[in-house]
């Protein structure tokens, strides 16, 4: 939340801007409009305290205030500009004046237009070579420079495309999927529902969906194509591979090699063999 004295520090800046003598309307314009801007966005606030708020309503109405008169000011200039003959400009000019904003180009700020308003000369397209060489020679201003393309939209980087692979447990006489459509394959009990097995057996394997803490027994990831990690992000020590327990860290498991589930048979801990395997492309 700003603060008031951070609030009356940038209005004070905005205001020493204001030059309603010789400064262009649309540049005052500008900068009144970001005061009001900033006096708007400061009232949102709501726990602005009372006085606080007040000198802000205060700001705020005086620079509407302001606005109102730059506005008179620039319509009474547009009416003495009028071209003759009923002529109406492509573009308004109050429209284009308008748009600029405080940090756009301001013709007060031009060497040019300042040198002729303080001698009061005016341009004209009929100057003599001859009056523009007696003529004090202006700074030389750069060129706007030119308007960049946009660049053209970057092509969408090719699908990485991963092999697949599938479990063959001889056991069961059954082979689970592991299509890899993304990084991660989890495995669960779902997995073998279509075995002809009691679901009983499949009691300690963990589901891939459930409300408790673990959401699938073990996964098998391919960060890269062709690299397998056997992994139980768990840690509930229930997935066997190599002598010893699968932690969320995981081991590298390759083409062949074989892991081991827990099951259930005859209210006995059992071991089901799962064997790993990549399909060929």
Do not use: W
Not at 213 to 228: D, L, M, N, R, Y
Not at 243 to 258: H, L, M, P
């Amino acid at each position: 939340m700003i603060s008031k004295n951070e609030f009356t520090k940038k209005v004070a800046e905005m205001r020493s801007k204001i030059d309603f003598q010789r400064g262009t309307p649309q540049k005052n314009k500008a900068l009144i409009q970001i005061v009001i801007e900033l006096c708007k966005e400061t009232l949102l606030e709501k726990e602005l305290e009372k006085s606080f708020r007040i000198h802000v309503e205060k700001t705020l109405k005086e620079a509407e205030n302001d606005l109102e008169k730059v506005k008179n000011v620039q319509e009474s200039e547009e009416e003495t500009q009028k071209p003759s003959m009923g002529y109406t400009p492509p573009r308004p000019l109050k429209e284009a004046l308008t748009s600029l904003t405080a940090g756009s180009f301001d013709p007060a700020s031009s060497p040019i237009l300042r040198q002729l308003t303080q001698s009061k000369q005016s341009l004209s397209r009929f100057t003599t070579t001859e009056a523009a060489k007696k003529a004090e020679k202006p700074e030389v201003l750069q060129p706007f420079p030119s308007a960049e393309p946009f660049p053209s939209a970057k092509p969408d980087p090719p699908e990485r495309k991963l092999l697949q692979a599938y479990l063959e447990i001889s056991q069961l006489e059954i082979t689970i999927d592991l299509p890899f459509v993304q990084d991660i394959q989890r495995i669960g009990k779902q997995d073998f529902a279509h075995s002809k097995s009691s679901p009983e057996i499949f009691a300690p394997i963990l589901p891939r969906d459930s409300e408790e803490e673990a959401t699938e027994h073990c996964i098998i990831e391919q960060p890269s194509k062709g690299t397998f990690i056997l992994k139980d992000r768990f840690n509930l020590q229930k997935t066997y591979f190599q002598n010893g327990f699968v932690n969320e860290e995981g081991t590298a498991i390759q083409n062949g090699d074989s892991f081991i589930l827990p099951v259930n048979i005859d209210n006995q801990l059992s071991s089901l063999s799962v064997i790993f395997h990549v399909k060929k492309e």
